[in-house]
C-alpha cells in the first residue's frame, strides 16, 4: 500500500498491489491506465466532433482493462472502450467513423500499441552507508 501523485499535482490518491484484484484499497496501474485512455480517446473524440460541426448534448468514454494472469506474471491483454454521445446531429455509422478516428490519433492508443520502452536504473546509497 502506498500512495501516489501526479506530477502535475492535479490529484494523489492511495495504490494497492491487491485492488485490481478486488482485495485491496486504493488504486492501481491498470486502472490509471484505463482513466488516460479514457480521456485520451474522449478528448480527441471531442475534437474531431468539433472538426465535424457537431456539438452533442453530452459525451463520455470509459475504459476496462482486462487483467490476465500470465506464465511470468501479469498481462493487460485488452482493453475494451466504450464511447457515448447524445446529439441529434450525427448519423451513428458517420458517428463510428469519427470514434475509430479519435481512438487511433490518441497519443495514449499509439504508445499502448507497444512503444520501444527504455528502463535507467541508479540506486542511492543511504547517508549513513555512505563514506
Request: aromatic share 6%; glycine share 10%.
Amino acid at each position: 500500500m502506498g500512495t501516489i501523485r501526479l506530477g502535475s499535482g492535479a490529484w494523489e490518491g492511495q495504490y494497492s498491489f491487491g485492488s485490481p484484484f478486488g482485495n485491496g484499497m486504493g488504486s492501481n496501474p491498470e486502472e490509471l491506465v484505463a482513466a488516460a485512455h479514457a480521456d485520451c480517446v474522449l478528448m480527441e473524440l471531442s475534437l474531431e466532433l468539433g472538426k465535424a460541426g457537431i456539438t452533442p448534448y453530452s459525451i463520455q468514454t470509459t475504459a476496462r482493462v482486462n487483467l490476465e494472469k500470465q506464465v511470468h506474471g501479469y498481462a493487460i491483454t485488452r482493453i475494451d472502450l466504450v464511447s457515448e454521445a447524445k446529439s441529434a446531429d450525427i448519423e451513428p455509422a458517420a458517428f463510428k467513423r469519427i470514434t475509430e478516428v479519435g481512438k487511433s490519433s490518441c497519443p495514449v492508443s499509439k504508445a499502448l500499441a507497444g512503444p520501444k520502452i527504455t528502463l535507467d536504473t541508479k540506486l542511492l546509497q543511504p547517508a549513513a552507508a555512505a563514506r
